[in-house]
């Protein structure tokens, strides 16, 4: 009896573990499948702040909790980690090594690690996405499998071409800011064609090759519609993507499916010569490609940025850093070009790679292209398969369609999952015996196919690790679940953040309509109530802010206005401090706010923006205490000064400087930063300002000079100031201040 019991226990063993593998495969396919359809869809614009970035790459962390603990059972249970071997593991292991130490080293490894918050590709998001292409490259193992995730791939593709057809027609039902160019679901016209491009040579080949006359036809309407969104959303990176990639796309396409699609081909190229030219007569396509100030102040940009890679070298500035690194090394004619912006990315990939994670990054990610294009290409080369050996160079190709669009611009969240993604099946493709077969007479011909053949991996040639005890494979399991499940809760925890702050934002927005609303009423018990509910509209705002900055205390915006922001804690506290008359509370209210700029100064992408909140609330505290007024506002220069250490270009920060250092009694300071202000500011509305701000400083420290007998001297400044004064005239004649400083220089001595 008991050896029928070993037995039966023997036979039960292989049964379970074939149930657990079965279902493991289950569950990776069907959420790859969810991840690459939905991830390039989904957005909010009902709450929260980040409506694009922050909500799929939380879908995309959660959906890869189950996948990842799938795929780490399956691994040890089947012991087929020989898979995970391919020309592709070392290259991009030493990527994902790279990224890690540039994190680590980074200016602020905080956001490299998390990611900014405009961008959110930090560490966390560049393993997430490598985690994925090993799982995909690993347990893919039939070309069936390949083919659905390209399918799923062309209908996520499909429901973002509708969507952007019907934005570019005005059948938009969402109210947009944005107008005109097609964005989709992507959040800007400029990542929209870059995201369709990489699915173009797939679509073509699939058109080639496709065994049936319906399908033929779907998909000519789909390469129709995909290439129509591309052209009218007229954006140059997508169209330097399709001249690097489609010529060799052609190169790729056999003369056998040139002849039997050649009607086609003539159809389709005649269709799309006669759309180009509608859309060149109609719209100012040519003149949007030929934008010559982008193309200035991208030339400016990337000086800049081989300014940084010298200074860092090595490792670089880190991860979704670069917004903190770039002021100081900004270009003049790029601030002049383009006043008061700051690029937190290069527009060129590779420039961004040099500098984000220094030469090391920039030499291993080169090393990963090469390696998977020369896997490709060998693929390509065994593949007897004529439907097959075309999806490997669809596939590359729509790699380098990605990879030639980052020449002059940068990946974004989808962008960046489909091309790890579309690498992740070439490798899996690598591992297939993509030859059809017959023997006829000793020999091996190609054996017809119809349809998409389906093809299963290479029987392994190499032995399978021995059987891992139980304790530690549950050992293993249960360190990857808290692993993942960690991830799931901070992605959620971060989520949940977005919202608390967005709703403390649309709490803040209503009070202030209502503030306006409250100044034209004339009934003054109306006008209370009105001014009540705004009131408690703003203590809503505080403790959805408060709520926010506790789950996620890395991001600073939730503290105070940046990019992506137009409030925040810290400044909520500033606002109630200049309402509140009783003195006690405004102490506390002001020193509240002020320490939520000092954390978020540890965090702050924007550190220009946080310096002038500072100094501003020590140059009004300055006006309420005149016993402390000089010290207050030397408080007040310290931060200005700071702000324009961090960002040289700021021209507003010249303008508070120039006004405190001539109420400190230095005019010889005041000038030099009015005469910052008047460069910096020239291009923008506010240049009548700087010029009449740069005029009267001129003149005043002119006086001064001229009283104290240095004469020679005081008639450089005045003159200084007289040429400002004429210069403001000349754009606005009717400017008071500007002829009274001509008039007081007339009366000199």
């Known amino acids: 009896m008991k050896k029928a019991k070993g037995k039966s226990g023997k036979k039960h063993i292989p049964e379970t573990k074939e149930k657990v593998v079965y279902w493991c495969d289950k569950v990776i396919e069907a959420g790859l499948i969810l991840i690459v359809f939905f991830v390039p869809l989904i957005f909010t614009v009902s709450t929260g702040a980040d409506i694009f970035n922050l909500p799929r790459l939380t879908f995309l962390r959660i959906m890869t909790i189950p996948v990842a603990l799938a795929w780490v059972i399956r691994l040890f249970e089947t012991r087929e980690f020989y898979r995970l071997k391919s020309p592709m593991t070392w290259p991009v292991l030493a990527v994902l090594l790279s990224w890690l130490l540039s994190s680590i080293f980074s200016l602020r490894p905080e956001v490299s690690f998390l990611g ?141 499916a040139y002849r039997e699609n050649k009607n086609w081909l003539i159809a389709f190229g005649a269709a799309f010569v006669l759309i180009l030219v509608y859309l060149v007569w109609k719209t100012d396509l040519i003149s949007s490609i030929l934008r010559i100030g982008t ?25 979704d850093v670069l917004r903190i690194a770039s002021p100081p090394f900004k270009d003049l004619r790029y601030s002049l070009i383009e006043p008061m912006n700051n690029p937190d990315r290069m527009h060129n990939q590779y420039l961004d790679e040099l500098i984000m994670r220094g030469a090391i990054g920039f030499l291993v990610y080169m090393w990963m292209l090469v390696t998977f294009f020369v896997t490709s290409f060998k693929t390509w080369t065994s593949a007897l398969d004529p439907y097959w050996k075309a999806m490997v160079a669809g596939i590359a190709v729509g790699v380098l369609a990605y990879l030639g669009q980052n ?62 005890h139980a304790p530690v494979k549950y050992l293993v399991y249960i360190v990857c679940a808290l692993i993942l499940f960690t991830s799931g809760y901070w992605a959620i925890r971060f989520m949940s953040a977005d919202l608390a702050y967005g709703r403390g934002e649309t709490a803040v927005r209503t009070a202030q309509y209502l503030e306006q609303q409250a100044q034209k009423e004339t009934d003054s018990q109306k006008k209370d109530s009105i001014l009540k509910e705004g ?41 109630l401090s200049r ?8 102490e506390k209210y002001r020193s509240l706010a002020r320490e939520e700029w000092q954390e978020a100064l540890k ?60 109420e400190l009694g230095e005019p010889d300071k005041a000038v030099e930063k009015a005469e910052k202000g008047v460069l910096y500011a020239q291009p923008t509305e506010n240049r009548n300002y700087s010029l009449l701000l740069g005029a009267q400083t001129n003149f005043n420290y002119g006086a001064k000079l001229k009283g104290e007998g240095k004469t020679e001297e005081a008639n450089k400044y005045l003159n200084r100031s007289k040429e400002l004064a004429e210069k403001l005239l000349s754009f606005d004649p009717q400017n008071k201040d500007a002829q009274d400083i001509l008039e007081k220089l007339k009366t000199l001595p």
């Open 116 to 256: 900014n918050y405009l961008r959110q590709e930090g560490f966390w998001t560049i393993a997430n996405m490598i985690l994925l292409f090993f799982i995909a490259s690993s347990t893919y193992k039939t070309t069936e499998q390949v083919n659905r995730l390209l399918q799923v791939m062309l209908w996520s593709g499909l429901v973002t071409i509708i969507y952007g057809t019907l934005q570019f027609f005005g059948l938009d039902w969402i109210s947009w800011a944005s107008k005109g160019r097609p964005f989709s679901t992507l959040g800007n016209p400029d990542f929209f064609p870059h995201f369709l491009i990489m699915l173009f040579p797939i679509a073509l080949m699939k058109f080639l090759y496709a065994p049936k006359l319906e399908l033929k036809l779907y998909l000519l309407v789909y390469i129709g519609l995909l290439a129509f969104n591309v052209v009218v959303a007229q954006t140059r990176g997508s169209y330097v993507g399709l001249v690097i990639s489609l010529p060799v796309l052609l190169f790729f396409i056999s003369k056998r």
């Open 295 to 319: 193309v200035q102040s991208r030339f400016y940009i990337w000086l800049g940025g081989l300014s940084i890679f010298l200074a860092y070298p090595i490792l670089g500035v880190g991860p």
């Open 407 to 468: 020449l002059v611009a940068f990946g974004v969240l989808p962008t960046i999952l489909y091309f790890w993604m579309l690498m992740a099946l070439n490798v899996a493709l690598s591992q297939m015996e993509l030859a059809p077969v017959k023997v006829k007479a000793g020999k091996k011909e190609l054996a017809p196919s119809g349809g998409i053949p389906v093809y299963e991996a290479r029987t392994p040639s190499r032995k399978l690790l021995p059987e891992f």
């Open 535 to 575: 009131d408690r509209l703003l203590t809503e705002a505080l403790d959805n802010y408060s709520q926010a900055v506790m789950l996620n205390p890395w991001e600073a915006g939730y503290r105070t206005a940046t990019e992506g922001h137009t409030s925040g804690l810290g400044n909520l506290y500033y606002e």
């Open 579 to 586: 309402r509140i008359t009783d003195p006690t509370l405004k």
């Open 603 to 662: 965090t702050t992408m924007y550190l220009e923006n946080v310096y002038m909140m500072l100094g501003r609330s020590y140059q009004e505290e300055a006006t309420e205490k005149p016993d402390q007024r000089q010290e207050l506002l030397r408080k007040a220069a310290e931060n200005f000064e700071k702000g324009v250490q961090a960002d040289p270009g700021d021209y507003p920060l010249y303008f508070q400087l120039a006004s405190i250092y001539t």
